[in-house]
C-alpha cells in the first residue's frame, strides 16, 4: 500500500510530466516573489546581522532595550568625522553648519546630535560659586570677613595698626574660577570651543543618535544618503579643499557586518551552485544531470525562502548562508533517485519501467535520510533562541521540499529531456564512477584493519572531547565571532579616532541602567561604589546626571549668600582693581541650587527622556585593565549590572548594551543547546525505529551516526576549535544529516538482501558501490555547501562552516567504511563467496 502513491506519481509523470514542471515552477516564482517583496505579498527577505536579531522578543535584553529605547529615544550612534589637515578651524565651521541640518532629519530616526560642549563650559563659568569647593568658599568668606574688619578699623582715625594686614583677598577670589576651571575637568584642554576634536590631528567628530536598529540595511542607507546630500550642498570644498567626511559607530559596523553578510550569501550560493554542479558531472559523466538537477531545486529553494519571509521575517547572521546549505543539503535525496534512475535505465530498463523502479525503490531511503534531516532541524525549532530556531525553520522547510521536488518535479523532468533526446549508454560512456568502487576496496578488502583504525579513532576522540569539555569549551574570546576589517576601512578609522576622544558614556557603548526614580539612581550608584570588592575588575566608572551638577549644593548655598554679602560691604573699602575683581565674581542675587533640568542638553542628552526629564540613567563603563571583548569580564560586567534592585523590585531594572546582549546570547546557548541535541537524539532514535523491523539495523545505523558524531567532536577538539553562538548549531543538526548517509546505505543493503538470490556479502558490496557512491556524491555536495561558508569574513560563519564540514566527512566514513566493514565481519559466510573486488561487468557499467 506504501508502494502505491509512488506507482501513480510514476505514471501520472509518464502522462502529464509539464503539469508537474508547471506547477514547480508556479510555486517557486511565488516564492521569488515572497523574497523580492512584491506589493500586497510583503517586503521581502532581508537580513539582519545585529546580535539582538538572534535572542527572542522576550529575551531580558532585548525588552530592556526596547524599554530604554523607548523612553530615551536612539541608541545606536552614527559617528561622523570631518578632518582637514590643512585647515581646522574649516572643519568646525563645516560641523557648526551641517549639525542643524542633520536635527531636522527626524522622519529618518535622527533623534539628537552630539556635536559640542561649549554651551555646559559656559554653563560651569555661570555657576562658578556652586562648582567651587566648598572649603574654598569657607576660606574666602573668612579673607573677605578678617579684610572687611581690617577695612573697617583703618577707617577709624584712632585706629593704631599693630598687627601685619590679613592677605590680599584677590588671590582668594580667584580661587572661584580655579574651582570651575577644575569642575570642567580637562573639557576646555580636550575638546577646544568645545568641539570633539582630536588630540593630535585637525579632526572633528560628531554622533548621530538614532532610533534605527544595526541590522534595519535601508533605513541605515537613507540616512547616510542624506547626510551626504546636506554636505553636498554645503559643499565640503568650499570649506577646505582637502575637508573629508567619513563614517563609523554601531550604526556602520552593523551595516559593515549586514554588507559583509549579503555579499558572502551572493559568493557561497553562486560558489556552492558551481563545484555541485562540478562534482556531479565528475559522478555522472555527462551533461544531462547538470540541468536536471539545477531546474529540479530552483522551485523549492524559492519557495523555501519564500515562506521563510512568511514565518522568521529576516535572516539573522545564524540563518544567513541557509541557500547554500539547502543547495548542498536538499540536493541529496535527488541525486539518490537520479542515481537509481542511471543504474536502472542502464541495466536496459525502458523509461517508464525505471521511473517505477527509482519512485518505488528509493523512496523510504530518502524520505527516512530527510526526515531525520528535518527532525534535526526540528529540534532546533523547540527552542526560544532565534539562531536556533530560525534556521531549523528554514533547513526543515528546505529538507522537505527539496525532497518533494526530487519525486515530483525532478522524474517530471527526466520525462521531458527523455522525449526530448533518449539516453543512450554506449560503450565509451559505461564506465562506473570510481566513488563507490574506491570505498568497497577499502571497506571490504581490509574489513578488520578498518574496524581497528576505527576503533582506535573512536578512543582517541572521546580521549579528546573529555579534555575538550574539562577545559571549558566555550569561545569567549568575542573578536574571533566579528568579521575581520581592514585596519584601513573607514568604519576602522573612524573607531580608532573616537577611541581618542570619547568614553563609553559618550559613545554608547557602556551598560545604560534604567532606574524608577532618581533617587533610585542615586542608590543604585552608592551601592555599585560601596561593592566594587564584591564585583572585583567587574566595571569601571559609574557616570549619571549627578556627575554634571555642583556637589554639596545645600551647604554651599548660605555660605555663597554670605560671600554676597561680604563682597558688597568690602568693595567701597578697595582699590578700583580689586573692585573689579569682585564684580567679576559676585555671586548672583537669587542664587539658587543647580537640578538637572538646568544642565545643558549638549552634555545632559544621554540622560534625558522623551518627556524631557532627567536623572534615572546612569551608565556603567567598563574596567579599563579588562578585556571588553572577553567573554568571561563580559559576563562579570553585566551580571554586576544586574545584581541591582529597586525597593520592592523582585528583578533587576532595566540594562542595554552589548554585554548584556552576549551575555544573553551564550546562556541562551547553555539552556537551550543540550535540549535540541536531546530532542534530535531522541526523534532519530524513534524515526530509526520506525525505519528498520530489525533490530540490529536499527542498533548499526543509530551507532554509525554517534561514532561519526564522536570522531567529529574528537577533531574539533583536537584543531582546538571552540564552541560559540553560531557552530553549537552543527551537533544538533548532524543528527540529521549523518544519519543520512547511514539511513541510505543501510536500507540499499536490506533491499539487496530482500532480492532473490542475493546474498550478505553481495548485498553489503551493491549498497557500497551503488548508494554509497551516490551517498559520497550528496555528502560532497554538502560539504561543498557549507566549505563555501568560508567566503564570509565572519569568522564566526567560517567555524560554524568548518564544524559542519568536518561532521560530514566523519559522518561519511564512518558510513561507508565502518558501517560496510562492521555487516562485512558480521555476515554468515557461504562456502565459495563472491570475489570482494568488483567484477569486470560492474567496472563498466555507468551510474
Known amino acids: 500500500m506504501m508502494n502505491r502513491l509512488p506507482e501513480k506519481l510514476a505514471r501520472w509523470q509518464l502522462e502529464r510530466p509539464w503539469a508537474f514542471v508547471l506547477v514547480s515552477f508556479v510555486l517557486g516564482a511565488i516564492g521569488l516573489a515572497l523574497v523580492v517583496g512584491v506589493p500586497g505579498l510583503g517586503d521581502g527577505l532581508t537580513l539582519n546581522s545585529d546580535f539582538t536579531a538572534m535572542l527572542p522578543r522576550s529575551a531580558q535584553s532585548v525588552r530592556d532595550l526596547d524599554e530604554i529605547s523607548e523612553r530615551f529615544g536612539g541608541q545606536t550612534a552614527l559617528v561622523i568625522t570631518v578632518e582637514s589637515e590643512s585647515d581646522l578651524e574649516a572643519a568646525q565651521r563645516f560641523v557648526h553648519d551641517i549639525v542643524p541640518r542633520i536635527r531636522e532629519m527626524r522622519d529618518l530616526k535622527v533623534s539628537a546630535v552630539d556635536w559640542n560642549i561649549q554651551d555646559f563650559q559656559d554653563f560651569v563659568d555661570h555657576n562658578g560659586h556652586l562648582y567651587a569647593e566648598r572649603e574654598d568658599l569657607e576660606a574666602i568668606r573668612d579673607t573677605l570677613s578678617a579684610r572687611l574688619e581690617y577695612e573697617r578699623a583703618r577707617a577709624n582715625p584712632f585706629y593704631i595698626d599693630l598687627d601685619d594686614a590679613p592677605p590680599d583677598p584677590r588671590e582668594t577670589i580667584d580661587r572661584i574660577r580655579a574651582d570651575a576651571e577644575t569642575a570642567r575637568g580637562d573639557m576646555q584642554a580636550r575638546f577646544p570651543d568645545g568641539y570633539f576634536q582630536h588630540p593630535r590631528r585637525n579632526l572633528i567628530l560628531f554622533a548621530v543618535h538614532t532610533s534605527i536598529r544595526g541590522g534595519e540595511l535601508a533605513e541605515t542607507e537613507a540616512l547616510v544618503t542624506a547626510i551626504r546630500a546636506a554636505a553636498d550642498d554645503l559643499d565640503m570644498s568650499s570649506y577646505a579643499g582637502d575637508l573629508e567626511m567619513h563614517f563609523g559607530g554601531t550604526l556602520i559596523e552593523a551595516q559593515y557586518e549586514t554588507e559583509s553578510l549579503v555579499a558572502a550569501v551572493r559568493n557561497a550560493t553562486i560558489l556552492t551552485v558551481a563545484l555541485v554542479m562540478l562534482a556531479i558531472w565528475v559522478f555522472f559523466l555527462r551533461i544531462r544531470p547538470i540541468p536536471l538537477l539545477t531546474l529540479a531545486l530552483v522551485p523549492p529553494v524559492l519557495l523555501t525562502f519564500g515562506i521563510a519571509e512568511l514565518t522568521v521575517d529576516y535572516l539573522n547572521a545564524s540563518s544567513a548562508f541557509l541557500s547554500a546549505i539547502v543547495v548542498g543539503n536538499g540536493i541529496n535525496p535527488n541525486v539518490i533517485w537520479l542515481a537509481r534512475y542511471f543504474e536502472a535505465r542502464r541495466e536496459g530498463q525502458t523509461l517508464e519501467q525505471a521511473l517505477h523502479t527509482c519512485n518505488v525503490g528509493t523512496w523510504k531511503g530518502t524520505l527516512t535520510a530527510s526526515l531525520a534531516a528535518g527532525v534535526a532541524y526540528g529540534s532546533l525549532m523547540t527552542t526560544d533562541y532565534r539562531g536556533f530556531r530560525d534556521f531549523g525553520i528554514v533547513g526543515g522547510t528546505g529538507m522537505l521540499l527539496c525532497w518533494i521536488a526530487a519525486y515530483t518535479l525532478l522524474p517530471a523532468l527526466t520525462v521531458v529531456f527523455e522525449r526530448w533526446r533518449p539516453l543512450e549508454f554506449t560503450r565509451a560512456k559505461r564506465y562506473k564512477g570510481f566513488y563507490g568502487v574506491l570505498f568497497a576496496r577499502i571497506a571490504l578488502g581490509s574489513p578488520r584493519a578498518v574496524l581497528v583504525g576505527s576503533g582506535i579513532l573512536t578512543l582517541l576522540s572521546a580521549g579528546l572531547v573529555v579534555w575538550a569539555v574539562a577545559n571549558d569549551p566555550l569561545e569567549y574570546d568575542y573578536r574571533n565571532l566579528r568579521s575581520d576589517r581592514d585596519p584601513d576601512s573607514e568604519v576602522e578609522q573612524v573607531l580608532e579616532a573616537s577611541r581618542e576622544i570619547l568614553d563609553d558614556t559618550s559613545s554608547g557603548s557602556g551598560l545604560a ?46 555660605i555663597i549668600r554670605e560671600l554676597r554679602e561680604l563682597m558688597l560691604e568690602i568693595r567701597p573699602h578697595v582699590d578700583a582693581e580689586l573692585q573689579a575683581t569682585i564684580d567679576e565674581r559676585m555671586p548672583p542675587e537669587d542664587v539658587a541650587a543647580v537640578t538637572p533640568a ?103 545505523t543509530l551507532a554509525t551516526l554517534l561514532v561519526g558524531i564522536l570522531w567529529m567532536a574528537g577533531t574539533m577538539a583536537a584543531f582546538g576549535m571552540r564552541l560559540n553562538f553560531l557552530n553549537f548549531v552543527a551537533f544538533p543538526i548532524t543528527f540529521g544529516n549523518g544519519a543520512d548517509y547511514g539511513v ?14 542475493a546474498g550478505p556479502i553481495d548485498a553489503i558490496r551493491s549498497a557500497v558501490e551503488g548508494t554509497g557512491g551516490a551517498v559520497i556524491l550528496c555528502s560532497l555536495t554538502t560539504i561543498i555547501g557549507y566549505i563555501s561558508i568560508y567566503t564570509s569574513s565572519n569568522q564566526a560563519l567560517n567555524s560554524f562552516g568548518a564544524a559542519m564540514a568536518i561532521s560530514e566527512a566523519t559522518c561519511l566514513a564512518v558510513a561507508v567504511l565502518a558501517l560496510p566493514a562492521t555487516l562485512f ?17 560492474a567496472q563498466a557499467s555507468n551510474v
Open 598 to 700: 538646568d544642565l545643558p542638553q549638549s552634555v545632559a542628552r544621554p540622560f534625558t527622556e522623551r518627556d524631557g526629564s532627567r536623572g534615572r540613567l546612569l551608565v556603567i563603563e567598563h574596567n579599563l585593565e579588562e578585556n571588553n571583548w572577553d567573554g568571561l569580564y563580559i559576563a562579570r560586567w553585566a551580571a554586576a549590572a544586574r545584581s541591582l534592585r529597586a525597593e520592592g523590585a523582585d528583578g533587576p531594572p532595566p540594562v542595554a548594551g552589548t554585554a548584556v546582549v552576549f551575555s544573553d546570547l551564550m546562556q541562551q546557548i547553555w539552556d537551550d543547546g543540550p535540549r535540541a541535541i536531546g530532542v534530535a537524539f531522541l526523534a532519530t532514535v524513534l524515526l530509526l525505529t520506525v525505519t528498520f523491523r530489525r533490530h540490529k539495523t536499527r542498533w548499526l
Open 513 to 558: 541602567v534604567l532606574a524608577p526614580s532618581r533617587a533610585a539612581a542615586i542608590g543604585f550608584r552608592d551601592y555599585l561604589e560601596t561593592h566594587r570588592a564584591d564585583y572585583p575588575n567587574a566595571y569601571g566608572e559609574i557616570t549619571s546626571v549627578e556627575d554634571l551638577l555642583p556637589t554639596d549644593q545645600e551647604a554651599k548655598l548660605p
Open 744 to 757: 541510505n546505505v543501510m536500507r540499499r543493503y536490506s533491499d539487496e538482501l530482500q532480492r532473490a538470490g
Open 825 to 841: 565481519l558480521m555476515a554468515p559466510r557461504a562456502p565459495s563467496p563472491r570475489a570482494v573486488v568488483p567484477t569486470e561487468d
